[in-house]
């Protein structure tokens, strides 16, 4: 629920900067299907992946008990804290890489 909110308030930081592309105007060439910016930084990817959270960790955890089930609860425990912090890790990469301007990624 805590990267839920996180992603949230990313939302929130896209309202203050009046637009989701930072270092030009909201528009321009884009990820095919996304749209997220080539040229420059969209907070619009860390957003989704912190939205997403509410999906993809219980999913994770449902497919660690489903393709792990020898695991005792410790290490399904472990399995699904490490699999959190890097889900964090590149929610909180994904923020900063796109506050300095820098797209994704850059497509000719």
């Known amino acids: 629920?805590?990267?839920f909110l996180v992603g949230?308030?990313?939302g929130g930081a896209m309202i203050h900067?009046?637009?989701h592309t930072v270092g030009a105007a909201d528009g321009g060439p884009g990820l095919?299907?996304?749209g997220w910016s080539t040229?420059?930084?969209d907070l619009r990817?860390?957003?989704f992946l912190g939205l997403h959270a509410l999906q993809a960790l219980p999913?994770?955890?449902w497919l660690l008990?489903?393709?792990f089930p020898t695991l005792q609860n410790r290490g399904q425990l472990l399995g699904i804290m490490s699999f959190t912090l890097l889900y964090t890790g590149a929610i909180g990469w994904l923020y900063v890489h796109a506050l300095q301007g820098l797209p994704l990624w850059k497509l000719s």
């Open 1 to 3: 629920m805590v990267l």
């Open 17 to 19: 900067h009046l637009g």
């Open 59 to 61: 999913l994770f955890g």
């Open 32 to 34: 095919p299907v996304l």
């Open 45 to 47: 990817a860390a957003h």
């Open 39 to 41: 040229r420059h930084g």
């Open 65 to 67: 008990a489903r393709y």
């Open 8 to 10: 949230s308030a990313v």
